[in-house]
């Protein structure tokens, strides 16, 4: 079945750094998306991509997929307290039914 | 616009017991998403609902979970029996279509299993 895998698995960066997180897919995909979940709430919609080699940004955030559709990345600069939470790339398969499977996650914590 | 409607937030039971969970997606939301997340890791799909047919069961234990969407609107997963490694979060998810559409999310409800 299809694995989706996030590194790291943890982030601690000081107010200010930049931070990225990778997904890897086993499989080639047929889009992606990212959500955010914050402690003790629920995951949140940031983004979808669809193209490979696509890139997006959202003011600090920017999102790419790789170019083979099987990786995706997600970078923030300049990190903020309100950055704080797990990130989730969400992976849809290829085909004719494009199932659905979250990555592992990566816990970002800022310190002020 | 009203969101994903879960409930209850909280529920405490003993393994072998039963128990049921309620969603009320976002209206004219057409696919409905049933997830476990255990602490620690990313939410697993355990069924997805197109309108009040079942699209993906794969990943539910279907020897004592059990879920249906009537009308293809409300929702209800139910586990019977429960045992120790049911704890976790069970989150809904509602999204206008099946294919390529963001997740909206309920709040979760809180299951623990002594």
């Given amino acids: 079945g299809q694995q989706v895998m996030q590194i790291p698995q943890y982030q601690h960066v000081q107010e200010g750094e930049d931070f990225t997180t990778y997904c890897n897919s086993s499989t080639t995909l047929s889009n992606i998306q990212w959500y955010k979940q914050r402690p003790g709430g629920h995951p949140v919609f940031l983004i979808q991509l ?4 696509e890139v997006k940004k959202q003011k600090r955030l920017t999102f790419q997929f790789g170019e083979a559709k099987k990786n995706s990345s997600l970078h923030i600069t300049a990190t903020q307290t309100t950055d704080v939470g797990t990130y989730f790339c969400a992976a849809l398969g290829s085909g004719g039914y494009q199932k659905v499977t979250f990555g592992t996650g990566t816990k970002l914590q800022v310190i002020p | 616009e009203a969101g994903v409607a ?7 039971i003993e393994k072998r017991q039963s128990v049921a969970f309620w969603c009320n997606p976002i209206s004219g939301h057409a ?10 890791q990313g939410p697993k799909l355990l069924i997805q609902f197109q309108n009040n047919g079942v699209v993906d069961d794969s990943q539910l234990p279907k020897d004592r979970f059990s879920a249906e969407r009537l009308k ?13 490694e049911d704890s976790a979060v069970y989150l809904c998810a509602s999204s206008l279509g099946s294919v390529g559409y963001e997740q909206y999310f309920g709040p979760g ?3 623990t299993v002594t």
């Fill in chain 1, 50 to 53: 669809v193209k490979s080699g």
């Fill in chain 2, 72 to 84: 293809g609107v409300d929702s209800t997963l139910k586990i019977q029996p429960a045992k120790l």
């Fill in chain 2, 31 to 40: 696919t409905l998403y049933w997830y476990q997340q255990i602490l620690g």
């Fill in chain 2, 109 to 111: 409800t809180r299951l």
């Fill in chain 2, 6 to 12: 879960q409930s209850p937030r909280y529920k405490i």
